[in-house]
């Protein structure tokens, strides 16, 4: 199958070392020459252009650009592209994409492969990421049947686990394990970044442990990533922080009333209730969970 990928950065790059190891051809599309080059020297792709008319002859197009350019991209590669390519994308937002991008393109099929890494660019790319995690399908109830079909084993060799649901599942979903943690993290590095005695922040930034790092690294990240998400899944964000908001306002009243019996009771709840969550993560994967990279 020829396969295209526009945008060769860390999800563009290890869907192209993955699909040229299973015997596709890879097409890639970068905004610089440089990008171009680069991919083909480490063998990403086959072949790469900064040209979007080099996919014509592509069977399917992955979009692996920022939210905010899927359905731009989508336009432009509609000028481009034969009638029967099917186009997918691998944002970490659903509702705000699927519905405009099938009405540009009806063989459009929303996707999420959720997996990544601290690092970002094509340099941090590489092979078999996507084993072994979740790659969300979102059709539309006019979606194609074929084409969904066609996504799904490209997704199933690439080892993941696939889940299919309706955009606004997604979003809900990953909300409340993408998006808040991002959200949360980020505050939490901001307030500790508050302590006034210099002092005292120097002691606990060379302090910080284990602890800090694997609560704070998803708020460490990308900024444009974080922001995207805000704005392209705000109702759902909104709903997730204000709960949390709710939670964090009743440990205050339960630290304040020295209500330890109630606090004990919330720690206890939350060890048991964090397992279903992580059950189905690789077993190395526990500590270094990863914030979705694909914008």
Known sequence: MKIGIVGLGLIGGCLGLDFRALGHQVYGIARRPETCDQAKARHAVDFASTDLQTLSACDVVFICTPIATIVPMVKQLATVLASSTLITEVGSVKAAIVAEATRQWPLFVGGHP???KSEAGLDAAEPGIFQQRPY????LTQTQPEAIATIEKLAQQLGSRLYRCSPEAHDRAVAWISHLPVMVSANLI???LQERDPDVLQLAQQLASSGFQDTSRVGGGNPELGLMMAQYNRDEVLRSLKCYQSEI???IEQLEQKNWDALAQKLTVTKAG???FI???PASSDSQTSAQTSG
Do not use: F, H, K, W
């Open 114 to 116: 959720m997996s990544g």
């Open 136 to 139: 969300v399908i979102t059709p």
């Open 190 to 192: 901001y307030a500790a």
């Open 249 to 251: 306002s009743t440990t």
């Open 274 to 276: 964090r397992e279903p």
């Open 279 to 281: 059950a189905t993560l």
